[in-house]
């Protein structure tokens, strides 16, 4: 049940974009998207609510395939400080707060 | 200022032995949750609480044990039945009954089984 992100890896020069997928094989409510750096919490970064419904980074867009079920997370113009783990978080039900299932995470590093 | 602090940072266990993790949180948010994180790997949910002094097991609880006594507190015992403990546990809380809702994270405790 735990959804698939892809790609595994990406590595970026500073100002090139990025796109970074998420999908699931059962229905969603919602996708969260967070950014880990090593050894430190993850930080929120975007909410997609089935429906429409998106609260999150001005800088930072994604769309959400209600019909497909997956997500992606556009990285446009990358900054060295956009290097980290993406994880997407998945609800199936409202509601749900922090009880997420995280994808297996992709790792960004952007070069100067 | 508002936040979760976790503690401590890093841990060492022998073999064997328990140890508890601390959360707290000062959010004023009804639900806490644990996670594990293994290197490369996604988070996994341990247990979650959404009320005081009830909790429900995770994806994952075998060998771990919590209690919700406070609405701020929600500790985390890794029991000497979990096989393998070496991993960067993270403690999250969130808001319910809202829409939008993110989930809010601690800076961790890395346990290393020596």
């Known amino acids: 049940q735990q959804p698939v992100q892809s790609p595994q890896a990406v590595i970026l020069r500073e100002g090139e974009d990025a796109v970074i997928n998420c999908s699931s094989s059962?229905?969603?409510?919602?996708v969260h998207w967070y950014r880990q750096k090593h050894g430190e919490a993850p930080v929120f970064l975007m909410i997609l609510l089935k429906g429409g419904e998106q609260k999150g980074h001005e800088k930072i867009s994604a769309s959400f395939n209600e019909k497909k079920q997956q997500s992606s997370l556009y990285l446009t113009a990358s900054q060295l400080s956009y290097s980290g783990t993406y994880f997407c978080g998945t609800e199936r039900e409202e509601n749900q707060g922090g009880k997420l299932i995280f994808g297996q995470g992709t790792e960004l590093s952007v070069k100067p | 200022d508002g936040g979760i602090t976790q503690s401590p940072k890093y841990l060492f266990r022998k073999e064997g032995q328990n140890v508890t993790l601390s959360c707290e949180q000062n959010l004023n948010h009804d639900a806490m949750y644990w996670y594990r994180q293994d290197p490369g790997q996604g988070l996994r949910l341990i247990y979650y609480?959404?009320?005081?002094?009830?909790?429900q097991k995770g994806d994952i609880a075998e060998g771990y044990s919590v209690s919700r006594e406070k609405k701020e507190s929600f500790p985390l015992t890794v029991t000497s039945a979990q096989k393998n403990p070496t991993a960067f546990y993270l403690c999250a809380s969130s808001h319910l009954q809202r829409k939008n809702t993110e989930a809010f994270f601690g800076q961790g405790t890395r346990l290393t089984v020596v």
């Open positions: 609480s959404q009320i005081v002094n009830d909790f």
């Open positions: 059962k229905a969603l409510y919602s």
